[in-house]
């Protein structure tokens, strides 16, 4: 459990110690965004978001749709609007914003955002979990099988590495071809 209280009486402390005004306002930013996230009850939901930052998760989205048509109607009644927040539509990210001006909320593809999570996947080299499956149906099925599957593990499917990931606040699970890793620089 994240001790709010004690983040708060750190950052009080620092903003008594501060004589920039800019820091100052930083303190209280960062002590309102903390008031924010205890007076709406999200403080489990924003334990969750770090604790998913900790892991390497793939990066947070707030909802998925099978097509283009169906994220614009349901993110323009959402109510109140999303300002800025990241949604799946199939397996690709779009950022969702609302534009005061439109009066509705635009999506946009983001085409390297999770190339680049991949990648970094990737580079890590993390370590492969042991699980190998022959094909993608079965590692989907093992998948869906966990009643809370981990947030990222790498698994082999026929000899290639795959990223099975579990985007927890939607509940969605899914397989991305890991690419390889970016060769070591020849600098010296």
Do not use: C
């Amino acid at each position: 459990m994240m001790h709010f209280f004690d983040k708060l009486e750190v950052l009080g402390r620092h903003y008594s110690e501060s004589t920039s005004e800019e820091e100052k306002q930083a303190f209280i930013f960062a002590m309102d965004a903390i008031y924010f996230i205890l007076g709406t009850g999200q403080g489990t939901e924003f334990e969750a978001y770090v604790q998913s930052q900790e892991a390497s998760a793939p990066p947070l989205v707030i909802a998925r749709f099978k097509t283009r048509e169906e994220a614009e109607a349901a993110m323009n009644a959402r109510k109140p609007q999303v300002d800025s927040a990241r949604v799946l539509i199939g397996d690709d990210y779009y950022s969702a914003m609302f534009v005061p001006a439109t009066g509705r909320t635009h999506l946009v593809f983001m085409p390297p955002f999770m190339e680049h999570y991949l990648q970094e996947m990737a580079d890590e080299r993390r370590q492969p979990s042991g699980l190998s499956f022959s094909t993608k149906a079965e590692a989907e099925a093992w998948m869906n099988q966990q009643p809370t599957p981990p947030q990222q593990v790498v698994v082999d499917i026929a000899g290639a590495p795959y990223l099975a990931a579990y985007h927890h606040r939607i509940d969605y699970r899914v397989l991305y071809p890991l690419p390889a890793p970016t060769p070591p620089s020849q600098e010296t």
